[in-house]
């Protein structure tokens, strides 16, 4: 088995650059979680997206399981939400040619921190 | 269609913001969709300052006057996405009644992008350092188990090849009723006051081009001649075993715990190399440490017993007492010395 992580695999930085404007732009756009970023900044959310993805796919960040929580609290997302944001990033992931078994992959990761986000 | 038509048409939606304004009053004359679809339309005699509150006007009349142009930015949400728009007025010249062309540019991608960078490598950058400082203590380490030149062929190679050094000498320290102390003492302490001792003999030697090979327990190992070959090298291990003894002995006068040893200065020759794949060590073998294990055991406490051969090389600068022959590591018997701290005598004598 080989020890690469998806962000190496997909092409580092300059393909998963993509993919965190894709995410970026849907999230905005979505009235479901759209709404929980009206008044934050728009470097802040770039710069939250991009660690966001990059952390996910083993790129050169990583959110403790602490901090998730923190960035969370008092947010009221719901299971909704959250399933939501899978959709969003399934999707995303596929456009960006993901195969499936690894849109699959990331996914677990996310649905593995669902406790430390949803209140 | 009329070429002014057809020009109308393509001002009108090409995907840049097009205004005109009356440069001494500001109201605008025309905008086309993409203006209006940003900032709304500019109804009836409305003027700059009704689309965009807070501008700087003074600023825009002083670099228009000055220079015929100016530029800057606005921020606004659409939606919850901010979008950041640059503004670019150009003052039309010979033209009367004078206008101010603008020209906005949705520059929001630009400045995701901007920021999507800025988080990179800032994350990047991060690792970058946590790397370079995880790499120096492995070196550290390293270098803590084999002499600097050797590691650095171990870097380059990966490998080290085992080396013949000669002549050598080998200085070799134990210390007397170690493992009465390792009992009765805390092995906290006994770690400490060792870990402090060996680190001042590390430093003595180094002094005077000592390379310390190992220690193994408080059996302590050091090396002249190696890497680099020295014509010094017995002169380097005997200055060296001196101060070891003249430390020890100021230390024992203001510790409460007292640290004995034994040293046996041997010369010859060692093999150097690198021992093990997984828990590799630096380490020397050869009948230069088999000469030296074998005279520190003929030393009497706070004594340094020194090889024929060797003494023969050190007669002229120190003071060595012969101590009988002995028979060393199966060779025939030959004399053996013990090496004095001139110093010592000196002062005594004065």
């Known amino acids: ?119 | 269609m009329s070429i002014e038509a057809i020009n109308e048409q393509l001002l009108r939606a090409i995907g840049v913001g097009v205004a005109l304004l009356g440069r001494k009053t500001l109201q605008f004359h025309f905008h086309n969709d993409t203006f209006e679809e940003w900032f709304g339309n500019p109804n009836g005699p409305a003027t700059l300052q009704d689309i965009f509150t807070d501008f700087d006007v003074e600023e825009l009349n002083k670099s228009l006057n000055e220079t015929g142009r100016y530029t800057t930015e606005v921020k606004f949400k659409k939606k919850r996405r901010t979008m950041v728009i640059a503004l670019d007025f150009t003052a039309t010249e010979d033209r009367e009644p004078e206008i101010a062309v603008l020209v906005c540019q949705n520059i929001t991608r630009i400045r995701e992008l901007e920021s999507m960078i800025d988080s990179y490598s800032m994350m990047v950058e991060r690792n970058t350092r946590e790397i370079k400082r995880e790499k120096e203590q492995v070196e550290k380490l390293l270098l803590n188990l084999m002499p600097r030149s050797v590691y650095e062929e171990y870097k380059t190679f990966g490998v080290v090849t085992p080396q013949l050094y000669e002549p050598v000498s080998v200085l070799m320290l134990d210390f007397v009723g170690f493992s009465e102390t390792v009992t009765t003492l805390d092995p906290s302490v006994t770690v400490t006051e060792l870990n402090d001792i060996y680190s001042s003999f590390d430093r003595i030697g180094e002094q005077f081009g000592c390379e310390r090979i190992k220690t193994i327990g408080d059996a302590y190992i050091t090396v002249a001649g190696l890497p680099d070959p020295t014509p010094d090298h017995a002169r380097a291990t005997a200055n060296a075993a001196i101060r070891f003894v003249r430390y020890l002995e100021r230390r024992n006068a203001s510790h409460p715990h007292q640290w004995q040893c034994r040293i046996g200065l041997g010369t010859g020759s060692v093999v150097g190399s690198v021992v093990g794949i997984q828990k590799y060590v630096y380490d020397i073998f050869g009948p230069a440490v088999n000469h030296a294990t074998m005279l520190q055991s003929f030393s009497d406490p706070m004594q340094i017993s020194v090889q024929d051969e060797m003494a023969r090389a050190l007669s002229e600068q120190f003071e060595l007492e012969n101590i009988g022959e002995k028979s060393i590591s199966g060779m025939p018997d030959q004399p053996v010395w013990r090496l004095l701290d001139n110093r010592k005598g000196i002062s005594a004598a004065g």
């Not at chain 1, 080989?2 to 695999?9: C, M, P, Y």
């Not at chain 1, 009235?31 to 939250?48: A, K, L, N, T, W």
């Open chain 1, 1 to 119: 088995m080989s020890d690469k992580t998806l962000f190496e695999k997909y092409g580092g930085f300059s393909s998963v650059s993509k993919v965190v404007l894709a995410f970026y732009d849907t999230l905005l756009d979505s009235d479901e979680i759209g709404p929980f970023f009206d008044d934050i900044d728009m470097s802040r959310m770039v710069d939250h997206q991009t660690k966001f993805i990059s952390s996910l796919l083993g790129g050169p960040a990583s959110y403790s399981d602490v901090q998730l929580r923190q960035f969370h609290r008092n947010l009221d997302i719901t299971n909704a939400h959250f399933d939501e944001l899978k959709a969003v990033l399934e999707e995303t992931l596929a456009n960006h040619g993901f195969e499936p078994a690894d849109v699959r992959i990331a996914l677990e990761a996310i649905e593995a921190r669902r406790e430390l986000i949803v209140d």
